[in-house]
């Protein structure tokens, strides 16, 4: 497996793997790839579905899923992680594809394109909003659009991103945002692809990912703001499908 820094909320993973690649876990970004090698297979909102060489596989944020070769020739991909705020802000909502797997040249050949040289801020800006509109013609109908108070969940976002490695109250982020919980997860939830606590999550886990090779996994967990290791690892396999001493081998 090989992954770039994130850049301008887009990251990019390549990998090659046999038999059982990753358990069933969720992240809070788009992941949107294109299987170059092999079977690729997984589980995805109740249902096993497989991408062949050229075919494209988009993932929504916070849908449990996994993967594994679907022949004992293994498989690869290349992969973006593409934040929802980035989506949203090139499209207006967030495009829900029904199909995990589809036949789209132009969002193959944007995902491959991004691999041909180091995304620069101005290009990834441009590779979102290629995404955008492609996921948009794909989906066949504008999403549903809800009235989101921009700069509320904004000033959420930030309170949540200073308070890291540590948590914030639902009180402290009311009063902040202004809004009640209820209003304050649903649009949250519209912007940014999941709620406030499992953003927060997230964002201590990649810092987490980030430090694994090269530092103790232990001392990663504790600097993360994790009571332990053992809840750090459980932790990270539901975001990332693998323990993070298996990540770290991979990343090596």
């Not at 207006?92 to 801020?121: E, H, K, M, Q």
Request: aromatic fraction near 8%; hydrophobic fraction near 40%.
């Amino acid at each position: 497996m090989a992954s770039s820094a994130e850049c301008e909320g887009v990251q990019r993973i390549s990998a090659w793997f046999a038999g059982a690649g990753y358990g069933r876990h969720r992240h809070d970004t788009y992941a949107i790839g294109v299987t170059e090698s092999g079977v690729q297979s997984f589980w995805y909102r109740g249902t096993t579905h497989s991408s062949l060489p050229g075919e494209v596989v988009v993932l929504h944020p916070d849908e449990t899923h996994d993967g594994y070769a679907g022949t004992d020739a293994g498989f690869g991909y290349r992969l973006l992680y593409i934040e929802p705020q980035r989506i949203a802000q090139a499209c207006g909502a967030l495009p829900f594809v029904a199909s995990p797997v589809i036949r789209n040249d132009r969002v193959a050949r944007t995902v491959r394109g991004a691999f041909d040289d180091d995304l620069a801020p101005d290009a990834s800006e441009a590779l979102i909003h290629e995404v955008a509109e492609a996921l948009l013609h794909q989906a066949g109908a504008a999403p549903k659009r809800m009235r989101i108070d921009e700069a509320a969940i904004e000033r959420a976002r930030q309170l949540l991103e200073a308070a890291l490695p540590g948590s914030v109250r639902s009180s402290e982020l009311e009063a902040v945002s202004g809004l009640s919980r209820f209003d304050l997860a649903r649009q949250f939830r519209a912007r940014l692809g999941t709620s406030p606590y499992r953003y927060s999550l997230m964002r201590r886990l990649d810092r987490a990912r980030a430090r694994l090779s090269r530092r103790p996994i232990a001392d990663v967990a504790l600097e993360a703001g994790f009571a332990d290791q053992a809840h750090f690892t459980r932790a990270f396999r539901a975001a990332h499908g693998v323990s993070p001493g298996r990540y770290a081998r991979l990343r090596r």
